[in-house]
């Protein structure tokens, strides 16, 4: 006996950012000295912010950092906010999820990873460990997303 399920690639990728993002946020979210720790010097709060904070820093470069090391420069080229409705589970600390999209010419690394815990951070805006992964474009270059809920 077999079942198709249907899942759309925004959903899969939301749904394996969220578990990863849930996965961490204990962690995070733990003590209050461990949320001072992540919060950034400006506005815009890793854990809590929403897609109108996060459009205010669109074309600003933000370094990727994967566990061993690794480094690379991003520029935020676009911020969407996701309405999850019903669905959405009552304790996460923002009201809605966003999917922020980067690009930048050393992309070929981040990509060939595929999906994956990185440190994200830019100047004024903290750091917080996200899930990110490659999108495939329609002429065949990827962009990197992160899902935040």
Known sequence: ???????????????????????????????????????????????????AELSAHVGQRFRFQDEDGHSTVMRLIEVSAVDSGADRPAHLPRTEGVVAVFDGPDIAPLAEAGHRLYRVGATGLGRADVMAGPVPRRDGSNVIEIVLN
């Open 1 to 51: 006996m077999s079942t198709k399920n249907c899942i759309s690639r925004r959903g899969f990728v939301a749904m394996n950012a969220a578990g990863a993002a849930m996965a961490a946020m204990p962690a995070v979210a733990a003590t209050p000295a461990a949320v001072e720790a992540v919060t950034p010097v400006g506005p815009f709060n890793w854990i809590t912010s929403g897609a």
